[in-house]
């Protein structure tokens, strides 16, 4: 087209857009209420403003259409006018057989910037479109959780791949969508959401959301706050009227400026209701701008409205009765002056955009006609306002190819000596002596240029300033250096537009014009309007020589080479950019773009236009069109008329605006003659005369509309026309700065090792803790020792007795003793403190020499004190002084008897590596043992026998025992008489030690010897004079001796009744002496069980014992044995049954029968995978209920674990930490649902109430209760790995996370708040948020808790592992609050928690209401079996029942350190008694705390009682028969029921129970003597035999041998002379072994035949308990109806 018709087709553009500008005065006709000069104008004033009633326009544009309430609301899918191209028909871009974008962009859009708009549009109609933008649409913000689609960056790209790596990629997030509703099929698709209402509705200056509004105003006269309200507000904007800086943090927009490249703080803005104002200084300027416009009309209305307020007529007729100052004024009225300011802004607004700049925007047709919106017709309720697709991603960036590369800034003329001076930048805008603000070193930095002078220099400069030329070249600040984040600052903005309208779904570009009505193109010539001639095309080629660089037809060509000649491949966004022409955008995007704007105005209810939303009236509506964007700038800024051109948005000269006003003269008929040519010295009056000499008809008025000279010499004339920016003269503007990257881990190194190393350290220093404490509370331990030991030396007389300790071992520690030498019989005597006995005997008769071993550093309190032939002793003394002392008694020691004393000096390292300690020589005893009892029987090694070097064997061949183990192998005492005269018998060179030798031929006897041989054996034992006969009183002895062996204490006169009956039944009553033949005659009813009597070793296996079998071959003996009879011990038993069965006088007919079980071999497994399997089904037997309870907790947890790493592997595998960590977010999540049912379930095992009274239900068939602690430890475990698990899986997230962009991590962390300045780092997550302290917190408490509960912590620092324990009320506390910081999802804990929570809160509700009574200890007894025996004064009013339990606390141990035992004292008795056995640290603490030597004068400690408590025991009355089983200690709930029973008894009360059995198993009476008094006093009292009593001896069991076939003849004798035990000294049943439970249960159907139920109450270890209930499940399967069934209550310890 010729340029002469593209400037007259400009002319008559611009003079229809500026038609009125001749006759309107310079005053802001708006706000409008009348004539002023009006009497009435007052009380119209309130009228209209005050007492008019009127549906404001909302914010979020809301309920605008009343039938449609969302539509045109905020945060609403966009309208899809083309049909959707997703490459999968639903969500996934299209375009995927496209280009590359930025191949694109470089192809089409590529060129020199510099040249000039061709139709004159100005810089300042180009920003003014931004604003207008940010006004109607906003979609930047990208989709949560992040999805990219990044861009591939070609390899040598000029600016984004200078060094050609070829893998870089233009980070590129997708828009966010509608989740809820869109992207499921392909009628349903994805559609992107508009964040703003599309209505021009003052967004752009009060936000979108009334809390956003009120954050801008000042509340007062209804103006916004600006920098002059705040007294602390920045001094540089003190003297101008500027927004309110962002000092309340309004979520601004924020990215990093690329020419800085770090992030800023978001305060340096400016309060806008864009949030998005602060992009650059040329956006910034125009929000200002509307600030600045809005409270210019809120002060003219408050001024008015007050001006009405004094008028005393208004008062009166609007019945005003209060006064105000005009301060208390503009405050009382400010809502409405506010919202009167803010309609009459968005009305003036709506009109200068679509009347004003959209046709300049849009340009002219093709027959010169100025493009227009169609006729305003009223508001359509049908027209759906919101924005389209094609819009947002494609024709409204028509405007990018206007942007210049730089903006002019032009000084007032009041602050300049010159007409026209533009403004040279400074340091202040980082360009120094630039002429012009360069646009991609302005993003987001824009303040700086603005706050040195104002935004009326901004506003001359652009609109001086002629824009980028219409064409499709983009200038290089949006093309490649437009910003970025820090990963990447510089980004080409074109490509981002090609890969939004695909991200967008967006169809190629000839869909989109046959949807619009428009004729597709049909080849790349039809595109361009300046290259429409197919013949400049074809067959050229992008790079052709002859090309321009510029040449439109160029670009064409370039682009078909990049889509490969496809036409249907075309994207929108370059398609209908091609179209672009002078005139401005081509037909496809002013279609679209002229759509979209008349449905925002005819769908707008609020429109000004609108009469019936009753916002104006005509006049008003007038005064608006009266209005334009001139009048603003000369209303509210310090530019004078004749500064300013008459259009802001076009740029012309003298002669151009001469030429419109010519044109449009002639178009409207009037003659202008042809000779009249325009020149840039044309006047005014030239004009003038020109049209009434050719027109004489024309009035005064008509020419004023053309030429209004009154007023200028020719109006609208551009005074200072300054031209475009050229981006590439570096006079003018500096180049852009270049792309950096950016590693979002730096920063997060050092935080993230030292965190981690930390929590390793914490790991490390809690174990040290410990040992620290732990050797703390041994060195008081010690010192108290040393106290004790120093005041024994004190109080002792004994100068021979020294308090020393024994170091013992480095597994097995120290122990106090006292060490005495007996010069007498040349021994070193070993005493534990408070026994009157040694506990070891070091005998030196045998040697002549002594080693004393001295350490020598330290503190130099070791020695080494060694014996031939003995394990060494090894002494650790308080000091020099008493190591010294000990050491002169040693040498004295030594020189009395004749020994030798060597002395050696070592270190103490290697004094105590050197020690031959008691377990070192049982190792070689071991040895001893073994090989012996292989030779002599003949046992097989089967490869159980280790592999011995020379130097063990010949430490094996000549190893020789003392008595002392000799008696240790033998589990008996070395001061008993069968030990001595054993071990002289079979010591035959008289050296005092058995050789390997001696032992063997000892060994043969019973390996290979007759009945007679053991017989001899034994007969010479005790001939000590060898005179072959033995006395009455040497048999005696004999007998002594073996009831010594069973811990037995007998009466002289029991023995002598034993001795008597025997020899009257063999027929030697009368003989004083026994020959050989008269004992073997003495024993004749015995015979067969010595032939198989044996000595059972410790050091021997028990496949190894020793088999009886005469003098025939072991692999012989083995095969009669196991086939032809049973072992000795059964026959020996059934001999003692024999004497048991005969029927007592004082006992009644019965039919209960007691059988014992018998001891079998256990077969030796063939292989070791036979013998595992085994042991693994006596286990699986044993503890089935735990194992299936075990299995079911480790499936559940398990189940919990995968359901969450599932749900985020698969089920939210593209959404939140999932894209972000991959499998890390799977694992953590699935480990924390894992903790959160693992901690929680902890609190059911402490919930002991309840566990007590669900002990008593049937539950406890099928729970086993008895096992909660067990049970608590195992699940605290589980807690444990998943707590690891997740720690190590957030140690790998944490890092992706610390990689992340700060956008990415906001979006997918919305709760956690931070400031947008401030770079996430490792520290920010791990230390500064909620989640990640508490996470923290908790992995050290969890550390502390477990490092603590060890088992060493419990036995040497109990202290602190009871403390360390109760940090679980933090626990529960902090997994709460972990997770309520949402992090990765919302709070499930509750689901885990509130159950168990609930029912342990109850339970300890329940337990603090329980009496809880400090009481003192009256009695303290430290029994054998380590059982201390407790007795304290029973609490007024504390009521309990025999079988009940209680808990106490030791004061001196820990006030809240409550431990449960079972109360062995009646009901009846006026005390409380426990009998409690050692076994773990309280215990033993206890124990010590109420030693005698311990409390000395002091009294004992006073103890805290909690209960009683119920268990099962407790109702054994209910039952007609009851039978109590008591194993061990597990004896005392039934002391306390046998001694109600005697009581009851005793006063004849009567109760539902009949007959009570009890079965007492024991390894030895001597254990518990305690229980024995008892029974014996229920034996007393029960007169009607209601108590049946049998008593059962284990050790027995595992030691029937020569000593015990002896006891048993003694037993039978015994028993039938004085009807009572001689083991026990009771009437009741004593049993050796274990008994049957099936056969005595049964035994019971026949003796209690009516009895319907029959109650078994058992305590004890596992393995007895579990036989009962097996017997009692048994039984009740086989029982008929009239049979009774068993029902068993137990408890384990």
């Known amino acids: 087209m010729d340029p002469g018709k593209y400037m007259l087709l400009t002319w008559v553009l611009i003079l229809l857009v500026t038609t009125s500008i001749s006759q309107d005065s310079y005053k802001v006709p708006v706000p409008y209420y009348g004539d002023e000069s009006d009497s009435s104008y007052n009380e119209n004033v309130w009228r209209l403003v005050v007492e008019k009633k009127y549906e404001a326009e909302g914010y979020d544009g809301w309920y605008n259409n009343r039938a449609n309430p969302d539509w045109g609301a905020v945060d609403t899918p966009m309208r899809r006018r083309l049909p959707h191209a997703y490459s999968d028909g639903v969500y996934l871009p299209s375009g995927d057989d496209r280009p590359n974008p930025i191949k694109i962009s470089q192809a089409l859009m590529n060129g020199s910037t510099g040249y000039p708009s061709l139709r004159g549009r100005t810089a300042f109609l180009v920003f003014f479109?931004?604003?207008?933008?940010?006004?109607?649409?906003?979609?930047?913000?990208?989709?949560?959780?992040?999805?990219?689609?990044?861009?591939?960056?070609?390899?040598?790209?000029?600016?984004?791949?200078?060094?050609?790596?070829?893998?870089?990629?233009?980070p590129f997030l997708r828009s966010r969508y509608d989740q809820r509703n869109t992207g499921f099929s392909p009628n349903n698709p994805r559609e992107q959401l508009n964040e703003i209402t599309p209505w021009i509705d003052g967004g752009l200056m009060y936000g979108i959301g009334k809390t956003w509004a009120d954050a801008l105003r000042i509340f007062k006269a209804g103006k916004l706050a600006s920098t002059t309200d705040y007294k602390d507000s920045d001094e540089k904007y003190n003297k101008k009227d500027f927004p309110a800086v962002n000092n309340i943090r309004l979520p601004m927009a924020n990215p990093p400026p690329p020419r800085d490249h770090y992030l800023k703080n978001v305060n340096r803005f400016f309060r806008l209701g864009n949030p998005r104002g602060n992009e650059n200084p040329f956006l910034l300027t125009f929000g200002i701008f509307w600030y600045r416009f809005h409270n210019h009309v809120a002060q003219r209305i408050s001024n008015v409205l007050f001006a009405a307020y004094q008028d005393a007529d208004v008062k009166k007729k609007f019945n005003i009765k209060t006064e105000y100052s005009r301060e208390d004024f503009d405050k009382h009225y400010d809502e409405i002056i506010f919202n009167e300011a803010r309609k009459w802004v968005i009305a003036t607004h709506q009109k200068v955009v679509v009347y004003d700049w959209l046709p300049s925007w849009l340009g002219t047709y093709e027959d010169g006609s100025v493009f227009n919106l169609?006729?305003?017709?009223?508001?359509?309720?049908?027209?759906?306002?919101?924005?389209?697709?094609?819009?947002?991603?494609?024709a409204m960036r028509f405007g990018h190819t206007l942007v210049p590369p730089g903006v002019f800034r032009r000084k007032l003329r009041k602050d300049s000596s010159q007409q026209c001076e533009f403004i040279t930048n400074s340091d202040h805008t980082k360009d120094a002596g630039k002429e012009a603000i360069r646009t991609c070193n302005s993003y987001w930095n824009p303040q700086e240029p603005i706050e040195e002078y104002d935004i009326d220099q901004f506003i001359l400069g652009m609109t001086s300033q002629i824009t980028e030329r219409e064409d499709t070249i983009i200038t290089p600040d949006l093309r490649g250096f437009v910003f970025g984040g820090l990963d990447f600052s510089r980004r080409d903005l074109m490509a981002v537009n090609i890969q939004r309208g695909r991200d967008h779904g967006l169809p190629d570009y000839n869909t989109a014009r046959k949807e619009f009505g428009l004729e597709p193109a049909e080849s790349w010539a039809d595109l361009s309007p300046n290259c429409n001639n197919e013949t400049l095309i074809d067959g050229r080629k992008c790079d052709d020589t002859d090309f321009e660089v510029d040449d439109p037809c160029r670009m064409i060509v370039c682009l078909k080479e990049v889509y490969d000649g496809d036409l249907s491949k075309l994207d929108i966004w370059p398609g209908g950019l091609a179209e672009t022409s002078a005139d401005g955008p081509g037909s496809l995007f002013r279609t679209i773009i002229a759509d979209q704007f008349a449905r925002i105005r005819d769908g707008d209810r609020f429109w000004y236009e609108n009469k019936l939303n009753g916002l104006f009236t005509d006049e008003q509506r007038v005064a608006i069109n009266d209005t334009t964007l001139r009048h603003i700038i000369l209303e509210i800024t310090d530019i004078e008329e004749d500064e300013l051109a008459g259009n802001p948005f076009f740029y012309l000269d003298t002669e151009t605006k001469c030429n419109r006003i010519v044109g449009r003269a002639r178009s409207e008929g009037y003659n202008i003659s042809p000779g009249f040519n325009c020149t840039n010295s044309t006047t005014c009056q030239e004009i003038d005369q020109e049209l009434r000499n050719e027109n004489p008809n024309i009035t005064d008025a008509l020419v004023r509309r053309y030429a209004d000279c009154d007023n200028t010499q020719l109006l609208a004339v551009d005074p200072c026309p300054r031209g475009t920016v050229n981006g590439s003269d570096i006079n003018i503007v500096?180049?852009?700065?270049k792309l950096r990257t950016f590693d979002y881990f730096t920063g997060s190194e050092a935080p993230y090792i030292l965190?981690?190393?930390?929590?390793?350290?914490?790991?490390?220093?809690?174990?040290?803790?410990?040992?620290?404490?732990?050797?703390?509370?041994?060195?008081?331990?010690?010192?108290?020792?040393k106290a004790g030991r120093a005041e024994s030396r004190r109080k002792s007389t004994d100068l021979s007795l020294h308090d020393v300790s024994e170091w013992q071992g480095q597994k097995e520690g120290e122990r106090d003793i006292k060490v005495r030498m007996d010069i007498r019989k040349k021994s070193l005597l070993i005493f534990l403190p408070g026994q009157a006995r040694p506990t070891r005997t070091i005998d030196c008769k045998r040697t002549d020499r002594l080693y004393a071993k001295e350490s020598v550093d330290k503190a130099r309190n070791f020695l080494l004190i060694r014996i031939p032939n003995e394990y060494d002793l090894v002494l650790k003394f308080d000091g020099p002084r008493?190591?010294?002392?000990?050491?002169?008694?040693?040498?004295?020691?030594?020189?009395?008897?004749?020994?030798?004393?060597?002395?050696?000096?070592?270190?103490?390292?290697?004094?105590?590596?050197?020690?031959?300690?008691?377990?070192?020589?049982?190792?070689?005893?071991?040895?001893?043992?073994?090989?012996?009892?292989?030779?002599?029987?003949?046992?097989?090694?089967?490869?159980?026998?280790?592999?011995?070097?020379d130097e063990d064997a010949n430490a094996v061949i000549n190893c020789e025992l003392t008595i002392d183990e000799f008696a240790d192998a033998l589990s008996l005492k070395p001061s008993a008489m069968f030990v001595k005269n054993m071990f002289e018998l079979i010591d035959k060179d008289k050296n005092g030690l058995v050789s390997f030798r001696e032992f063997l031929d000892m060994i043969v006897i019973f390996a290979k010897g007759s009945g007679s041989d053991k017989a001899?054996?034994?007969?010479?034992?005790?001939?000590?004079?060898?005179?072959?006969?033995?006395?009455?009183?040497?048999?005696?002895?004999?007998?002594?001796?073996?009831?010594?062996?069973?811990?037995?204490?007998?009466?002289?006169?029991?023995?002598?009744?034993?001795?008597?009956s025997m020899f009257r039944e063999a027929g030697m009553a009368t003989k004083q002496t026994l020959t050989f033949d008269d004992f073997n005659k003495l024993l004749r009813d015995y015979k067969e069980q010595l032939d198989h009597a044996n000595l059972n070793f410790i050091g021997m296996e028990p496949n190894q014992q020793p088999q009886a079998g005469g003098n025939q071959e072991m692999s012989r003996a083995k095969t009669v044995i196991n086939a032809r009879r049973e072992n000795a011990p059964t026959r020996a038993r059934k001999t003692v049954l024999k004497a048991y069965g005969e029927d007592r006088i004082t006992r009644r007919q019965t039919h209960v029968e007691v059988k014992l079980k018998p001891r079998q071999a256990p077969a030796r497994d063939r292989t070791m995978i036979a013998k595992k399997f085994t042991e693994f089904a006596n286990y699986m037997e044993n503890y089935r209920l735990h194992v299936f309870w075990v299995t079911l907790y480790a499936l559940l947890s398990v189940a919990i674990f995968l359901e969450r790493a599932y749900y985020f592997s698969v089920e939210r595998e593209h959404a939140a930490l999932r894209r972000i960590c991959g499998y890390g977010?799977?694992?953590?999540?699935?480990?924390?649902?894992?903790?959160?049912?693992?901690?929680?379930?902890?609190?059911?095992?402490?919930?002991?109430?309840l566990i007590t009274v669900l002990r008593e239900t049937v539950l406890n068939r099928f729970i086993p209760f008895d096992s909660a602690i067990w049970f608590h430890k195992y699940v605290a475990y589980w807690a444990l790995f998943f707590t690891v698990v997740h720690i190590i899986g957030h140690s790998f997230n944490f890092y992706h996370i610390s990689t992340q962009t700060p956008g990415d991590l906001t979006c997918l962390f919305r709760n956690f708040y931070r400031p947008t300045h401030v770079l996430p780092k490792f520290h920010y997550w791990c230390w500064g948020t909620i989640t990640g302290v508490t996470g923290v917190v908790l992995t050290l408490i969890i550390i502390v808790m477990f490092v603590f509960a060890q088992q060493y912590a419990r036995r040497n620092v109990f202290r602190g592992f009871w403390l360390s324990h109760q940090m679980f009320y933090l626990v529960f506390i902090l997994m709460i609050l972990h997770g309520a910081g949402i992090l990765v999802q919302a709070p499930i804990f509750w689901t885990f928690l509130i159950a168990p929570l609930t029912m342990f809160v109850l339970d300890k509700l329940i337990s603090l209401s329980r009496n809880k009574t400090e009481i003192a200890i009256t009695k303290a007894e430290l029994l054998p079996s380590a059982v201390t025996g407790l007795t304290f004064k029973r609490p007024a009013g504390f009521e309990y029942k025999s079988g009940q339990w209680v808990r106490i606390a030791c004061l001196d141990l820990g006030a809240d350190e409550y431990h449960p035992f079972t109360l062995t004292s009646a009901p009846h008795e006026d005390f409380l008694s426990l009998h409690i056995r050692a076994v773990g640290p309280w215990t033993m603490n206890i124990r010590e705390a109420v030693d005698p030597r311990a409390v000395r004068d002091k009294p004992y400690p006073k103890l805290y009682l909690d209960g009683p408590f119920g268990e099962g025991h407790q109702d054994w009355y209910k039952y007609e028969v009851a039978v109590l089983v008591g194993g061990g200690i597990g004896v005392t709930p039934f002391a306390s029921i046998l001694k109600d029973i005697v009581n009851k008894s005793s006063l004849g009360t009567r109760f539902n129970c009949k007959k009570v059995y009890f079965l007492w198993m024991t390894r030895s009476q001597k254990q518990f003597e305690w229980m024995v008094d008892i029974i014996r006093e229920v034996e007393d009292k029960d007169k009607n035999d209601f108590v049946s009593v049998h008593i059962f001896i284990t050790q027995f069991f595992q030691k029937f041998d020569l000593r015990t076939t002896m006891l048993y003849i003694c037993e039978r004798h015994f028993q039938k002379i004085s009807n009572k035990s001689l083991f026990t000294g009771l009437r009741s049943i004593t049993h050796f072994g274990r008994p049957e439970f099936n056969t005595f249960l049964d035994s019971l159907q026949d003796e209690h035949p009516g009895v319907s139920k029959i109650g078994v109450f058992s305590c004890g270890p596992p393995r007895m308990t579990h036989g009962v209930e097996e017997a009692c499940t048994d039984l009740n399967k086989k029982r008929t109806q009239s049979d009774p069934a068993f029902v068993h209550h137990y408890e384990n310890f």
């Open 1016 to 1060: 001899k054996l034994l007969f010479d034992m005790y001939d000590v004079r060898g005179s072959g006969q033995l006395s009455k009183e040497e048999f005696s002895t004999m007998l002594r001796s073996l009831m010594e062996l069973a811990n037995t204490s007998v009466e002289d006169s029991q023995i002598q009744e034993v001795i008597d």
């Open 755 to 785: 965190t981690f190393a930390a929590v390793g350290l914490f790991i490390i220093l809690m174990i040290v803790l410990l040992l620290v404490t732990a050797n703390i509370n041994q060195s008081k331990i010690a010192e108290q020792r």
């Open 374 to 394: 169609p006729t305003y017709n009223g508001y359509n309720p049908n027209v759906h306002p919101q924005i389209m697709h094609v819009f947002q991603s494609a």
């Open 882 to 949: 008493e190591k010294n002392a000990f050491l002169q008694s040693i040498k004295e020691f030594c020189e009395q008897t004749g020994i030798t004393q060597r002395s050696a000096m070592l270190s103490q390292k290697e004094l105590l590596a050197e020690a031959i300690t008691k377990a070192r020589r049982q190792h070689t005893l071991d040895k001893f043992f073994r090989i012996v009892f292989k030779h002599a029987f003949r046992i097989d090694d089967d490869g159980d026998m280790e592999a011995l070097s």
């Open 734 to 737: 500096s180049p852009c700065t």
């Open 129 to 170: 479109g931004q604003q207008v933008v940010e006004e109607i649409l906003d979609a930047q913000r990208p989709g949560c959780p992040p999805e990219y689609f990044n861009i591939d960056v070609p390899k040598g790209h000029p600016d984004l791949d200078k060094d050609s790596h070829g893998e870089i990629r233009i």
């Open 1225 to 1249: 977010v799977s694992i953590t999540r699935g480990a924390a649902s894992g903790m959160m049912w693992t901690y929680s379930t902890l609190l059911l095992t402490m919930c002991r109430n």
